[in-house]
């Protein structure tokens, strides 16, 4: 049986970081306030428990959430109520959980990518409905 010197050894441990453990890496975290695609609002995302969340956090003109399907929230201000739910790590290269949007009052399936001064969000219908995506723009972490 060959033995390999030390020298030999020890390099090969120094490249085994390199190929263990970078396949389920997090990807960037989506935290931070973001603005929309259109400008007319900012979005709050932060660690809610194990997760992340989104919050309404500015808004050019606010209004009521008058399309939610609860009666008892139609009156509320848009500015504040939670719109990403239950965002979670992919394994891959963004997150997902829901987003509901108070245009239509109907929840999607969301996914969430982090491209570092941009975060790209894709809403679909559930069942395999359709889809439609935005970028927002980083302004603060």
């Not at 709050?44 to 009666?71: H, L, M, Q, T």
């Not at 965002?87 to 829901?98: H, I, R, V, W």
């Not at 001064?117 to 679909?124: A, P, Q």
């Amino acid at each position: 049986m060959k033995v390999l010197p030390l020298a030999a050894l020890t390099g090969v441990l120094a490249l085994a970081p390199l190929f263990t453990g970078t396949a389920n890496a997090a990807p960037p975290s989506p935290a931070g306030e973001w603005r929309v695609a259109d400008g007319g609002a900012t979005v709050r995302i932060e660690k809610c428990g194990p997760y992340y969340c989104g919050f309404v956090a500015s808004a050019n003109d606010p209004g009521k959430d008058i399309r939610n399907p609860d009666p008892s929230k139609r009156n509320r201000s848009v500015l504040g109520i939670e719109i990403l739910f239950n965002l979670k790590s992919d394994g891959a290269s963004g997150y997902t959980g829901e987003t509901y949007n108070a245009d239509d009052g109907q929840i999607y399936i969301a996914t969430v990518t982090s491209l570092g001064d941009t975060l790209k969000i894709r809403g679909c219908v559930p069942n395999g409905g359709i889809c439609g995506s935005e970028t927002w723009t980083l302004v603060h972490k």
